[in-house]
Nanobody, 118 residues
């Protein structure tokens, strides 16, 4: 079974920074893409950022210029560097990975809470 474990969440003041990490482990054939989504209470889950195995990235308009996604293929780990955080960034952040294990399947982590407030 594939497992995704997130870390790095916490509380920060507006304008601060956090770095989230997500490590995939288990029966991994290959990872096509990894990404981060977030969900605030009462709101729909939204895609924040994604990165393909080739390094192509995509960002939600709301985080462009502030967030940066990267990955370490050797460690099967994806990172989300979050700068200039705003209160509206407050949400549970979820890692996902599109993995052939052996069939192409999207896996989700358990989530990590990010709270931005003064």
């Amino acid at each position: 079974q594939v497992q995704l474990v997130e870390s790095g969440g916490g509380s920060v003041q507006p304008g601060g920074s956090l770095r989230l990490s997500c490590a995939a482990s288990g029966s991994i054939g290959s990872i096509s893409a990894m990404g981060w989504s977030r969900q605030a209470p009462g709101k729909a889950r939204e895609l924040v950022a994604s990165i393909t195995s080739g390094g192509r990235t995509n960002y939600a308009d709301s985080v462009k210029g502030r967030f940066s996604i990267s990955r370490d293929n050797a460690k099967n780990t994806v990172y989300l560097q979050m700068n200039s955080l705003k209160p509206e960034d407050t949400a549970a952040y979820y890692c996902n990975a599109l993995i052939s294990s052996p069939y192409l399947t999207n896996y989700w982590g358990q989530g990590t809470q990010v709270t931005v407030s003064s």
